[in-house]
């Protein structure tokens, strides 16, 4: 069964300091990955995948992860964070069946 | 604009009752998702749907069932609620058979059951 952690249940950054939310996976094949994001009180929105195509992967609103198969790790990066991206964000993979198994989730707060 | 929505977006139902989630999407995709969020196990899958009279059973499958009938709606019923079903409920649909394809979200239903 495949299946991702998250590290860090809430991650705390100053306004233009790095953002960095951590994301591990098992998977006994090639995973396919995905970011996702979610402002309060609304759905997910697709941030970003990995696909096997490149290791590093650009998404939206300037965030990037990059995909270590040594490390087993898809880990979120934004160079310098914005008020605006406070919001929980969440690490998924996909199955067979085309669902996504989440990860627990990071909740990022920006602060002034 | 093509679009996913969930119906009631808020709800407070009494133990044993019997509630459906709706849930119309306008993308004409082939499959639908229904899951549940909870602090600290993220969002888990109860059911999907691949299409047309196609329903399968997710992770957390016991105490719920859909039905799919057309592509656009996937309603999910709660048999009779219970206090453990408290939680936010979410929708989602892709459009292809590929793993790598792009869910897409509703906004979610808030369910409270006292």
């Known amino acids: 069964a495949q299946s991702v952690t998250q590290l860090g249940s809430h991650v705390s950054v100053s306004e233009g300091a790095l953002v960095l939310l951590r994301c591990n996976y098992s998977?006994?094949?090639?995973?396919?990955l995905f970011w996702y994001v979610q402002y309060p009180n609304q759905g997910l929105q697709l941030l970003l995948k990995?696909?096997?195509?490149?290791?590093l992967v650009k998404g939206i609103n300037g965030f990037e992860a990059e995909f270590k198969k040594s490390e087993t790790s898809f880990h979120l990066t934004k160079p310098s964070a914005h008020m605006s991206d406070a919001a929980e964000y969440f690490c998924?993979?996909?199955?067979?069946?085309?669902?996504?198994?989440f990860g627990s989730g990071t909740q990022l707060t920006v602060l002034p | 604009d093509a679009e996913i929505t969930q119906s009631p977006r808020h709800k407070i139902t009494e133990t044993g009752r019997q509630v459906t989630l709706a849930c119309h999407q306008t993308?004409?995709?082939?499959?639908m998702f229904w899951y549940r969020q909870d602090l600290g196990h993220g969002l888990r899958l109860i059911h999907y749907?691949?299409?047309?009279?196609?329903?399968n059973k997710g992770e957390v499958s016991d105490g719920y069932s859909v039905s799919r009938s057309n592509t656009e709606d996937l309603p999910l019923t709660l048999e009779s609620a219970a206090s453990s079903q408290t939680s936010v409920y979410f929708c989602?649909?892709?459009?292809?058979?590929?793993?790598?394809?792009?869910?897409?979200f509703g906004q979610g239903t808030r369910l409270t059951v006292v």
């Open positions: 989602a649909s892709s459009e292809s058979r590929v793993q790598d394809t792009e869910a897409f």
């Open positions: 998977s006994s094949v090639p995973p396919y």
């Open positions: 998924a993979v996909a199955g067979s069946a085309r669902q996504l198994t």
């Open positions: 749907s691949y299409g047309v009279q196609d329903t």
């Open positions: 993308w004409n995709h082939n499959n």
């Open positions: 990995y696909t096997s195509a490149a290791t």
